[in-house]
């Protein structure tokens, strides 16, 4: 089964709007850390935030915030005020057992975001 | 900053060829892992390693082999090469224990293609 699904193949936004990419997983872990990175047209995968399962609060970085709803479990990539500099491929990943240290990350199939002025 | 550098960005091969993909990291990094991604399907783990000379298999280890000689580098190794194996192939590696939001930091990537 996919253990990280993301529904939206692409995504469409006008400048300085929000926009909201989708992410459902699937763990029977009660210990996982599910993480966002953008990928560029240039190819290389740039880490934007960390949500773990026993944080409380939401992960935010900039304009870039997690909306996490662990009985959903779903983890949602919200991007505030679009820039075109987002055009981009964006994945979701989780990593199980997280207080084991084991590092494996399992991707989604990505949703690529386009930017309009 | 953390640095992953991969040997190529672009190779070509033909098929039944012995390819090597290089990956370097400047970190001192425990883990480093090797990723094939290829379109609607994501990004998905062809072997790891956790320390020199370990190597475990990931989902996809069928045709591939690796090594893992210092600490800094990870080669990918496409003994007989095919046409299935044209890809991009990523390499990324990460802290190991101790820190919950350690990411993989991720090189640029190898497009690579098998004719």
């Known amino acids: 089964a996919q253990k990280i699904t993301q529904t939206q193949p692409g995504m469409f936004v006008q400048e300085k709007e929000a926009v909201t990419l989708d992410c459902t997983y699937d763990t029977s872990d009660p210990s996982y850390g599910l993480f966002w990175y953008k990928q560029p047209s240039s190819g290389e995968m740039i880490f934007l935030i960390y949500?773990?399962?026993?944080?409380?609060q939401n992960a935010t970085e900039g304009r870039y915030s997690l909306n996490f709803q662990k009985a959903r479990k779903s983890a949602n990539l919200v991007i505030s005020a679009s820039q075109l500099g987002d055009s981009a491929m964006y994945f979701c990943?989780?990593?199980?057992?997280?207080?084991?240290?084991?590092?494996?990350?399992?991707f989604g199939t990505g949703t690529r975001l386009l930017v309009s002025p | 900053d953390v640095k992953v550098t991969q040997s190529s960005r672009y190779l070509v091969k033909r098929t039944g060829e012995k390819v090597f993909l290089e990956c370097v990291q400047d970190m001192d990094h425990e883990n480093m892992f090797w990723y094939r991604q290829d379109p609607g399907l994501g990004l998905r783990l062809i072997y790891f390693?956790?320390?020199?000379?370990?190597?475990e298999k990931g989902d996809i280890p069928e045709g591939y082999s690796v090594s893992r000689e210092k600490k800094e580098r990870f080669s990918l190794i496409l003994e007989s090469a095919s046409t299935n194996q044209t890809s991009m192939y990523l390499c990324?590696?990460?802290?190991?224990?101790?820190?919950?939001?350690?990411?993989?930091?991720f090189g640029d990537g190898t497009r690579l293609s098998i004719l």
């Open positions: 990324a590696s990460s802290l190991s224990t101790g820190i919950r939001n350690q990411p993989q930091h």
């Open positions: 390693s956790y320390d020199v000379k370990m190597k």
């Open positions: 949500q773990g399962s026993y944080d409380q």
């Open positions: 990943a989780m990593r199980e057992g997280e207080n084991t240290g084991f590092q494996k990350l399992v």
